[in-house]
């Protein structure tokens, strides 16, 4: 569970991060002679934080696939849902300031930092992914227990959006099961 709770927290500090940099750089290159160390320094804080982030998510989800080899049912459902339920703020305000970080830049630039808007989403959906590798696992482990589970939720459990609905339908169908919960 260490690991879950390692990557929801670096999640909410990219977060933090992705808004303390766009507003930090210029306020510190309008102090002085434009771009300095402590710009630059700010901007390598904040890719070293994007990269230990991910790290936290792929240990995450290796922990997560160990845990289902070895049967562990109850705590893959609570690192299962506590990432996917947790991080639903993060996704909604990520989303929101994205839109309007990524706009402003895009206006300021006329279209240059274009070519960049990839780097970021693909961060985020990395993240998805992560999160949706546990479900994956305890998923997967339902099965080899020989409860039924469909594989559009398998699916589900890996893309942005549809892995929240199909955690949301999942937890209310396991509530009803015949099958308990652990």
Partial sequence: MKTARLFL???YLHLALSVAVPAGIPLLAGQGDGWNG?????????????????????????SARRAAKRGE???????????????IPFYILNVLW?????????????????????????????????????????LRLQKRQGRPVSGLHTVCQLLPVLDVISTLLLVRRLRHSPYPPH
């Fill in 9 to 11: 927290a670096g999640m």
């Fill in 38 to 62: 402590l710009c630059t320094g700010l901007l390598l804080l904040y890719l070293a934080a994007v990269l230990l982030v991910q790290l936290a998510g792929w240990a995450c989800a290796l």
């Fill in 73 to 87: 049912e109850d705590l893959l459902r609570t690192w299962w849902l506590f990432l996917k339920l947790c991080s």
């Fill in 98 to 138: 994205s839109l309007f970080v990524w706009g402003l830049f895009l206006l300021a630039s006329r279209g240059i930092l274009l070519a960049l808007l990839p780097v970021s989403f693909a961060v985020t959906c990395l993240m998805a992914v992560q999160t949706g590798l546990v479900g994956l696992c305890y």
